[in-house]
């Protein structure tokens, strides 16, 4: 998971929307991030870290030009260095500039492909890379079949090879240099991918394009729906746009984007992010009456704060107080999103604190978004016993992660999934909880499904039922990915 976003703009210079748009993906992805505009050069600024560390006035200044991407960056594959940050570009052909959310399942062979077919240098890890270097290859040729083609025919040429090459989740925002913004997003729309416009007083219109509509309200922008999956859209300088849907095919979208990445007032693909999470509370609330209907907590504690939304729709649902009986210290990052499992677990108790009057002499019930690797939620049921809860009960938002995800979600190995290799029961034992009760895989896609005006196939929920739309992934796939991910870390290390 990463941000990612694109603006071009008649009047304004795109760099201090595209700072404030990074903002507000923040979440996304804490790692690192860059900005890389254009006027008659190409201007970039990348860094480790965040947001607000990597970008001051001075490298702001120099960011010039009405047309502009960003990234934040949150590391699926490859290292935690600036090599590693996008955007990325390349000279040839016009200079492009590309960044992007997804993962590539075919990563390996591509890279391979690309050196000895194309001749071209991969001078990093990412992803985005090999797209860039795909696409750039194809805008490339100039041969008989180009004759009569426009600029975005062109680009749609390209884009179209890298859907047939590359395979798996990918969103994608780029620039070509004096002619303007282009975006895609993977035939299954598995990594979000929203646009939005805004009506200048000049009669012109400027145009966004980002993982989140998280910073429209802010910068003015109203949203005019999804980029769609297979669909290629390109705005030229003078504003003129393009799209068109290059490929139609089973539309996938992520579904942990709603149990846990998107933030609660995003709308991710016609669905409202905070109203389904009420959704996942009313069913887990129905689900916990029936299978147990003698057992009512005292309180119902979310895990702070991606669980705050279900929790309270339990509560209600059940008729119980909601109390907010953890204190999450905001200036702390996610845990989840940080690379190494060590830090992950030292940093539970750093970030939360119990509310003692809240807790002790209680029966609790803790509401969280999903269980990973449960190092997290045992830690919480550790504190919350501490503090004296006569009984802890603990439910999931999510059904049990029990496969990697290869599409741009660190949770590559099943070795790290609580759910992989252990029961139910077990990992009520491991946690050490009275009752643990999970969302059902159709519960969750009710919640998300259920509303909305949206064109949603099946949401994409290969971690929670092995089902992955690429037809690559099989058990073979899956061991040699993994090894490749473990392989990865240790050299990290
Ligand atoms: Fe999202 Fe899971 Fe699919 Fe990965 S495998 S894209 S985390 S639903």
């Keep these: 998971m990463c941000g990612i976003v694109g603006i071009i703009s008649s009047q304004k210079q795109a760099a201090a929307e595209l700072y404030e748009s990074l903002i507000h993906l923040q979440h996304r992805g804490q790692d690192a991030a860059g900005i890389m505009t254009y006027n008659e050069r190409f201007h970039m600024k990348k860094g480790t870290g965040l947001i607000r560390d990597i970008f001051d006035q001075q490298n702001m200044a120099r960011l010039l030009g009405n047309t502009g991407i960003g990234h934040t960056r949150y590391p699926t594959v490859g290292g935690f260095s600036i090599e590693e940050a996008q955007p990325v570009s390349t000279n040839v052909p016009y200079g492009i500039a590309m960044a992007h959310n997804g993962n590539l399942v075919n990563y390996s062979e591509l890279v391979r492909e690309v050196s000895e077919q194309n001749h071209r240098h991969i001078n990093s890890s990412v992803d985005i890379e090999v797209i860039l270097h795909i696409f750039a290859h194809e805008l490339n040729r100039s041969d008989d079949s180009t004759n009569g083609l426009t600029f975005f025919d062109q680009i749609c040429r390209a884009v179209e090879t890298v859907f047939s090459r590359a395979s798996g989740a990918y969103s994608v925002v780029g620039i070509i240099m004096n002619r303007g ?17 805004r009506k200048n007083s000049d009669g012109t219109t400027d145009h966004i394009f980002a993982s989140e509509t998280s910073m429209f309200y802010a910068l003015g922008f109203e949203l005019a729906g999804n980029v769609a999956p297979g669909e290629v859209i390109f705005v030229e300088e003078n504003g003129t746009t393009h799209s068109r849907l290059l490929r139609k095919e089973q539309f996938t979208p992520c579904i942990f984007e709603y149990v846990y990445f998107s933030r609660p007032d995003s709308i991710q693909n016609e669905v409202s992010v905070y109203r389904s999470r009420l959704r996942m509370g009313q069913n887990l609330a129905i689900r916990w009456t029936e299978q147990h209907p003698d057992t009512l907590p005292d309180i119902v504690i979310p895990a702070p704060s991606t669980a705050n939304t279900a929790a309270l729709s339990f509560a209600n649902e059940l008729g119980v107080r909601y109390s907010e009986g953890l204190y999450k210290n905001p200036f702390i990052g996610r845990t989840f999103i940080m690379p190494g499992q060590e830090i992950r677990k030292k940093s539970v108790r750093y970030k939360l604190v119990p509310q003692e009057f809240e807790i002790r002499d209680k029966n609790v019930l803790i509401v ?33 992660v029990k496969f990697p995800c290869f599409y741009g979600v660190d949770m590559p190995t099943r070795d790290e999934l609580a759910a992989a290799k252990r029961s139910v029961e077990e990992i009520k034992e491991y946690m050490g909880v009275d009752i643990l009760m999970y969302q059902k895989i159709e519960d969750l896609t009710e919640a998300v499904t259920r509303k909305g005006e949206h064109n949603i196939d099946r949401p994409c929920m290969a971690c929670l039922d092995s089902f992955y739309i690429t037809d690559n992934v099989n058990e073979e796939k899956m061991g040699s990915l993994e090894k490749q991910r473990n392989l990865e870390r240790s050299q990290l290390a």
């Design 368 to 400: 969280d978004d999903s269980i990973v690797r449960g190092n997290t939620s045992r830690e919480i049921v550790r504190m919350v016993r501490e503090f004296g809860a006569k009984k802890v009960y603990f439910v999931s938002a999510c059904p049990p």
């Design 181 to 197: 913004l282009f975006v895609f997003r993977d035939p299954h729309g598995i990594r979000p991918l929203v646009k939005g416009i």
